[in-house]
């Protein structure tokens, strides 16, 4: 049986993880920015593998709207295109040499409503599962009071710090989903 510290800590560390899952949905949300982190979904057959495009290419950003890919292997680059054109990314590449540019087109004003909405969804998950980690320390600081492991003053003390905690969280997805709904209806 673990302690209401160490239950306070174990809360802390997975809300962190929830915040740095909503993190990485949210990057890879597009705005009409290049991003590298776009391409991150696309797979290439590679040797008869189906391996993610940054395990064959260097993907960088050549200006705000474009996303520069250099694979690393001369007969790669087709194999790179087709798998950025066939992705539902909605990407049209063309081919420069050994570069492959793809070109990040703007946004309708309909199109970034629906990201946002996107966006908020994934806030209320990350939420949601705050709330859901919240629950489950509050339960485990019962059973410690139940098995008489912990008093009663020290049950509600711990309550209080779970709820700053979550309080505090909640507090830092709004942030995050704030920001990237500025982002995306600021371009």
Do not use: F
């Amino acid at each position: 049986m673990s302690s209401i510290p160490e239950i306070k800590k174990t809360a802390e560390q997975k809300m962190q993880q929830s915040l740095e899952a909503l993190r990485a949905n949210l990057a890879k949300v597009r705005t009409g920015r290049a991003n590298p982190a776009l391409l991150d979904t696309v797979q290439v057959e590679y040797y008869g593998a189906m391996v993610p495009i940054s395990q064959v290419a260097n993907l960088s950003v050549l200006d705000a709207r474009t996303i520069g890919v250099a694979p690393w292997e001369k007969g790669m680059g087709a194999k790179i295109e087709k798998a950025i054109r066939e992705s539902d990314l909605g990407l049209n590449p063309a081919s420069h040499g050994d570069l492959i540019r793809v070109p990040i087109p703007p946004m309708t004003e309909e199109r970034r409503r629906e990201l946002v909405k996107v966006v908020k969804a994934e806030g209320e998950h990350a939420k949601v599962a705050i709330r859901n980690l919240r629950r489950d320390a509050n339960e485990h600081v019962k059973r410690l009071v139940k098995d008489k492991l912990a008093s009663e003053d020290e049950e509600r003390r711990a309550q209080d710090d779970i709820q700053k905690l979550t309080d505090r969280m909640i507090a830092e997805v709004d942030k995050m989903v704030a920001a990237k709904e500025a982002d995306i209806m600021s371009i």
